[in-house]
């Protein structure tokens, strides 16, 4: 892939919230958690976790959790990316906290662009109330929900979401 091939490939991806009832093939759930697996990571630590979520009861649940956005529950799957504290602070104390939500971060963003290479569809969920997603998943206590990523076959709207100008956010050698 060149360069320009790889601005098609990210500028084509767009969120997508309506989903067929086609479930995820194994392949594909293997493929995307192998791609969050090279994600980079501070120390290499690997400060993220993954609950992957296909029953369901548990996307009724999350959905809810979630203040009922319904793509959660249409969706064939559902990733929940954690960070985890304790794997990351171990070595680098209170910065590991944000290590790890920056880790679990790169983790969701490359599963989100490795379900667009596989023309699979996916939407970024970050609105939810930790703990209710904390109580439906069982999670421990040094592992944080960071973000969760519906996955499947979708119909996407047709039109792409527009971005700032660049130079609206970008400032050289100093603000
Ligand atoms: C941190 C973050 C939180 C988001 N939270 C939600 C969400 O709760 N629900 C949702 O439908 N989309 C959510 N999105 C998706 C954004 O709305 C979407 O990425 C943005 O509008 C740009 O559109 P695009 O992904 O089609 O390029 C979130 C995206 C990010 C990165």
């Given amino acids: 892939m060149d360069s320009s091939e790889f601005l098609d490939f990210l500028t084509s991806r767009t969120s997508v919230r309506d989903y067929t009832a086609e479930e995820l093939t194994e392949e594909d759930?293997?493929?995307?958690?192998?791609?969050?697996?090279?994600?980079?990571?501070?120390?290499?630590?690997?400060?993220?976790?993954?609950?992957?979520?296909?029953?369901?009861?548990?996307?009724?649940?999350?959905?809810?959790?979630?203040?009922?956005?319904?793509?959660?529950?249409?969706?064939?799957?559902?990733?929940?990316?954690?960070?985890?504290?304790?794997?990351?602070?171990s070595r680098y104390g209170e910065r590991g906290i944000l290590y790890a939500v920056?880790?679990?971060?790169?983790?969701?963003?490359?599963?989100?662009?490795?379900?667009?290479?596989?023309?699979?569809?996916?939407c970024w969920v970050g609105a939810f109330d930790e703990d209710e997603v904390r109580d439906i998943l069982g999670l421990p206590p040094h592992v944080r929900p960071v973000a969760m990523l519906t996955a499947g076959k979708g119909r996407p709207q047709g039109t792409l979401t527009e971005r700032m100008a660049i130079g609206e956010h970008v400032h050289f050698d100093a603000w």
Wanted: glycine share 2%.
């Fill in 102 to 122: 920056q880790d679990a971060t790169i983790a969701c963003t490359y599963m989100m662009l490795a379900a667009h290479s596989r023309r699979l569809h996916s």
């Fill in 29 to 89: 759930i293997v493929f995307l958690l192998d791609s969050a697996s090279t994600a980079p990571s501070a120390g290499n630590l690997e400060a993220w976790d993954i609950v992957v979520i296909r029953e369901a009861d548990q996307k009724e649940a999350l959905m809810g959790a979630a203040y009922d956005q319904p793509h959660i529950a249409a969706a064939p799957a559902l990733f929940v990316v954690c960070a985890n504290y304790v794997r990351s602070m």
